[in-house]
C-alpha cells in the first residue's frame, strides 16, 4: 500500500496540535511576574487560579472573578471553546488516520474540521489575549499590569499555526490511497 506524503505530514502534524491543545488546556495561561506575599509565584489558567504556580495548589474557581463579571465571562467562554476545541482536533486526527489508510472521501470532513478548529482555538487565545490587553473595569485591571503569558497559551497559538498549516496541505491535490484502482484497466496482453 503506497501512502501519500502529505496525508502523513498532515496526520503527525494533527495529533502534535490536539496534544498541545489537550495539554495546554489544564496549564497556566498567565503568570505573575513578582511572588505573593509568601513568595510563592501565582498563575492564571482557564479554570482557576492558582496560589502556587509550581506546586499547583490552592486551586480557586473562575467564580474569583465575581466581582468582575465580564473577565468570568471572558474565562467561561474560552473554557467551553477549548473543550470544543479538544474535541474538534481529537476527530480531525482521528479522521486523519482513516483517511491515510482508507477513505480518500474523509479529506473534506477533516478540512471542514480544520477550519473549524481554527476558529474555535483562535477565539481561546483571542479572548486571553483580550483579557491580556484591556481592563474589564476599574476593578478588574488587564493582566499585562501585573503577569506575562504562560504555557498554555504559547501551546494554543502553536496548535493553532499547526492547524493552518493542515489546511494548506488538505488543500494540497493528491491522489487518494487506493489511486491505483481507479486506473483504466488495461485489456490483458498474450503471453509470450
Not at 49 to 63: A, F, P, R, Y
Not at 149 to 161: D, E, G, P, R, T
Not at 181 to 190: F, Q
Request: aromatic share 14%.
Amino acid at each position: 500500500m503506497k501512502y501519500n506524503i502529505p496525508v502523513i505530514l498532515y496526520v503527525v502534524l494533527q495529533f502534535v496540535a490536539f496534544f498541545f491543545v489537550l495539554v495546554g488546556t489544564p496549564l497556566d495561561i498567565f503568570r505573575d511576574k513578582s511572588p505573593n506575599g509568601f513568595g510563592k509565584f501565582p498563575c492564571f489558567s482557564l479554570w482557576g487560579i492558582m496560589l502556587n504556580c509550581t506546586l499547583g495548589e490552592n486551586m480557586e474557581g473562575i467564580d474569583a472573578y465575581a466581582g468582575c463579571p465580564l473577565r468570568m465571562h471572558q474565562f467561561r467562554a474560552a473554557e467551553a471553546f477549548v473543550i470544543i476545541s479538544i474535541v474538534v482536533y481529537g476527530a480531525a486526527f482521528i479522521l486523519g488516520l482513516i483517511l491515510l489508510f482508507c477513505c480518500p472521501l474523509l479529506r473534506r470532513v477533516c478540512l471542514t474540521l480544520n477550519i473549524v478548529g481554527v476558529v474555535t482555538l483562535c477565539v481561546v487565545w483571542a479572548l486571553v489575549v483580550e483579557m491580556y490587553h484591556k481592563d474589564a473595569n476599574p476593578r478588574c485591571q488587564k493582566f499585562k499590569e501585573g503577569a506575562s503569558y504562560s504555557s498554555a497559551f504559547v501551546l494554543f497559538v502553536l496548535a493553532w499555526i499547526l492547524d493552518v498549516i493542515n489546511i494548506f496541505l488538505l488543500l494540497l491535490p493528491f491522489a487518494g490511497v487506493d489511486a491505483g484502482a481507479n486506473r483504466r484497466a488495461e485489456p490483458p496482453t498474450a503471453k509470450e
